[in-house]
Structure formats: C-alpha cells, structure tokens
C-alpha cells in the first residue's frame, strides 16, 4: 500500500459539490505539513454558488479513487513528479469528476452557467477557459525546469520531467509525459510515457487508451524521433525514429530488410529501427539505425 496526503483548498458547490481541489504541498506518506491558506473566500464565491474548504486527505494510491478531492491529490502527484504515469490508480476517474467550466474568476458549474455569466460580468470580464473534468496543469502546478507554449494543452495530472519543452501545438493529457528533457510539438495522449532525449514532431500523434478501446500503453525509449505528423501505436525502444507522415499502428505490416513481413506489434519495444515508407511500392520497412542517436539541442532545454 503506497500512501499519500496533503492538505488542499477545495471549491465546493452547493449543489455539485467539489469542483476542484489545489493541494500546493502534497507528500508521498502520511505527514503532510498543514497549509496556510489565509483567507481563501472569492469575491464571486456567493454569485458562483461556491464555498472554499480547507480540507485534508491520506489516500492508498494502489486503491481506486475515492472522489473528487482524491483524485485531485492523485493528480497534484503526478504534476510535482513526485509520481510517474501509469504508477497510481486512476481507475474511474471520469465517472467521478463532474464536468466544470473553467473561468478567469474560477470554477464553475455548468447547469445554469449561461445566466451566471451575466450576474459575473456585472463584475467584470469573464473569460471561459474550458468546460471539461479536468483542467490547465499550471493553474495549479508549475514544475521547475520545463517549458510551456500554450498552458490550455497540458492538462493537471501532466508528468513534465525537467528539460521538457512543449510547444504551442504540443499536447500532454494527463497520466502521461516525460521522464527527461524532450521536445514536444505533438501530442503525447493518456498513459503514453516519453523516455530523456526524445522528439515528437510537429503534429505527430501517439494512440492513448482513453477511447477506441485499447489497453496498450505506449512507451518511447530514449533519443527517439517521431517525424511531423507522424503516428505511433506500439512502444519504442531506444534509438528509433518514425518517417515523417508515416502512422504506424499494431497491425501495420512492416517488411524486414531480410524481405520478410511482420505485424509491427511484433516489433514493439525493440531499439534501433528506422521506420519509413517505399515511396515506390509503399510499403513500410523497418531499417536498423547506423550512426550517432538523435541529438536535441540543448540550449533549448537549458530552462
């Protein structure tokens, strides 16, 4: 059993309930130290409907969620690096979280919202972010040493190993990321993990398990390159690259420079192949890699 707890700042609303839950100092063990919220209350907390709680939770990480405020913690985690992806229970998470709309005054409900929004505006602009479960990362966490385009692409729950660059048309779901510095230009989907060195191009695609019904979760080794608008559906080793344009999924038939066919499941997780199609015949072929491994420049790293 792995515990964690923290103490957190919850937005409860008086018909939802919570909305949303920061915890600023979450621990792996029992003794998180108590926060100093001071005072939390919104000036739009009584036209929103809404309340703040101080709250305390200790969970058991390898046990299902319990409710909002759980998975809030869970989250928090995985976006402090304190866990990786894939190594905390996340099981029914979207059948918990309510659906909220994320505003510049802060969350929302979305029954009624519409007449809401009039009542907020006496107060000022109002600025509707999203309406989702889950919601920015750096609303909540900003971790050290990584870089971040477009804030509304990295959801809360995000790993962001350090040296991480995401650019504005990267993409990181939750539960999913990076373990070293890499650059992200595409989108890294639910549960798929990034080893240290490696590049997903520009609008390349990794297959995640949140829809379609898979449950294989993909893994990128080290020093790997995905070409721009590339695709990927089986884990990498280390040292590979995906030809730009090209989508490679579990049933993609891939020739072997010996001329025999394979499913490139079969190849899943193995180092050092080139991925690339014969513009001729277009075929796949799966090359072994000569030659020194991808480099990613350093100075744009360095943050």
């Known amino acids: 059993m792995t515990i964690a707890s923290g103490w957190g700042l919850a937005t409860v609303h008086e018909s939802v309930g919570v909305l949303d839950c920061w915890y600023p100092n979450p621990v792996l063990g029992a003794d998180a130290q108590e926060v100093d919220f001071g005072s939390p209350a919104s000036p739009t907390a009584s036209i929103r409907r809404v309340t703040s709680e101080i709250i305390h939770a200790t969970i058991d990480l390898d046990a299902p969620p319990t409710d909002t405020a759980d998975i809030y913690l869970r989250l928090h985690l995985l976006s402090n690096r304190l866990v990786k992806p894939r190594t905390v229970n996340l099981e029914g998470v979207f059948s918990i979280l309510p659906n909220v709309v994320w505003t510049s005054v802060g969350p929302c409900a979305v029954e009624g919202f519409d007449l809401l929004r009039v009542k907020l505006r ?151 192949w080139l991925y690339i199609r014969d513009s001729l015949t277009g075929r796949v072929l799966a090359k072994p890699r000569t030659g020194p491994g991808v480099t990613l420049n350093e100075t744009l790293h360095a943050h």
């Open 122 to 272: 006496g107060l000022g602009e109002v600025t509707v972010h999203a309406v989702d479960r889950l919601p920015r990362m750096t609303d909540y966490v900003i971790p050290a040493g990584v870089r971040i385009a477009d804030a509304a692409r990295v959801r809360l729950g995000a790993h962001l190993a350090e040296g991480t660059t995401v650019m504005h048309e990267g993409f990181v779901n939750f539960n999913a990321g990076t373990l070293g510095p890499s650059m992200v230009e595409g989108r890294i989907s639910q549960g798929v993990v990034v080893g240290p060195d490696s590049d997903i191009g520009g609008g390349a695609s990794i297959m995640g398990t949140l829809s379609g019904g898979g449950k294989e979760m993909v893994t990128i080794g080290r020093r790997c390159l995905l070409g721009a608008e590339s695709g990927l559906g089986i884990s990498l080793g280390d040292d590979c690259v995906i030809e730009s344009g090209l989508y490679v999924t579990a049933g993609t038939k891939v020739t072997l420079p010996d001329g025999s066919v394979v499913k490139a499941r079969e190849l899943s997780g193995q180092s050092g």
